[in-house]
T-cell receptor, first 114, second 111 residues
Framework: EAQVTQNPRYLITVTGKKLTVTCSQN?????MSWYRQDPGLGLRQIYY???????DKGDVPEGYKVSRKEKRNFPLILESPSPNQTSLYFC?????????????FGPGTRLTVL | DAKTTQPTSMDCAEGRAANLPCNHS???????VYWYRQIHSQGPQYIIH???NNETNEMASLIITEDRKSSTLILPHATLRDTAVYYC????????????FGTGTRLQVTL
């Protein structure tokens, strides 16, 4: 089954404790991205990657890092989490071929930073 | 990317067509209209997209006005499972294009 998986799905942590949210897709997509969703603000893009070893900032990259060492994985790293990073996070991968242009989203990771 | 305007919420009776409008008066000639929906904090789900012609797939139809300043997503026979927030997004279809989600329209399908 074609899917995007994220782990963990829920995480409660404390300020300053480094964490990584993993994202993996099995569709061989080149393009992947991370979004955060906050009440009243919609989804906002954090980082995106157009292929292995190619990443770039989205709209709200501060406080986050990403890496893309393999096509299927795109982890989101919070080196020193702060309470304002409490949010719902979504990973997505994209297929753009001919008329097809679809982003597939993961199930989300709800992060709470105390 | 062009800004979009959608109603905050709408209701629809089950079995009836749900027509969700979107205004995008500043859309440029090579920007596409995309629709996604999000069911109760799940990951957003792609529905349909188009440039200027009307489009239809197994989920919905997309009607784009001739001047492209507005569009309507049509769910022909809404069911309770279609209750969700629907996002209209206008963006270029380039390699690095991103989806900018606003606050969308909350569609409530009722019995």
């Amino acid at each position: 089954e074609a899917q995007v998986t994220q782990n963990p799905r829920y995480l409660i942590t404390v300020t300053g404790k480094k964490l990584t949210v993993t994202c993996s897709q099995n569709m061989n997509h080149e393009y992947m991205s991370w979004y955060r969703q906050d009440p009243g603000l919609g989804l906002r893009q954090i980082y995106y990657s157009m292929n292995v070893e190619v990443t770039d900032k989205g709209d709200v990259p501060e406080g986050y890092k990403v890496s893309r060492k393999e096509k299927r994985n795109f982890p989101l790293i919070l080196e020193s989490p702060s309470p304002n990073q409490t949010s719902l996070y979504f990973c997505a991968s994209r297929v753009r071929q001919g008329i097809t242009d679809t982003q597939y989203f993961g199930p989300g990771t709800r992060l709470t930073v105390l | 990317d062009a800004k979009t305007t959608q109603p905050t919420s709408m209701d629809c009776a089950e079995g009836r067509a749900a027509n969700l409008p979107c205004n995008h008066s500043t859309i440029s000639g090579n920007e596409y209209v995309y629709w996604y929906r999000q069911i109760h904090s799940q990951g957003p789900q792609y529905i349909i997209h188009g440039l200027k012609n009307n489009e239809t797939n197994e989920m919905a139809s997309l009607i784009i006005t001739e001047d492209r300043k507005s569009s309507t997503l049509i769910l022909p026979h809404a069911t309770l499972r279609d209750t969700a927030v629907y996002y209209c997004i206008v963006t270029f279809r380039g390699t690095a294009s991103k989806l900018t989600f606003g606050t969308g329209t909350r569609l409530q399908v009722t019995l």
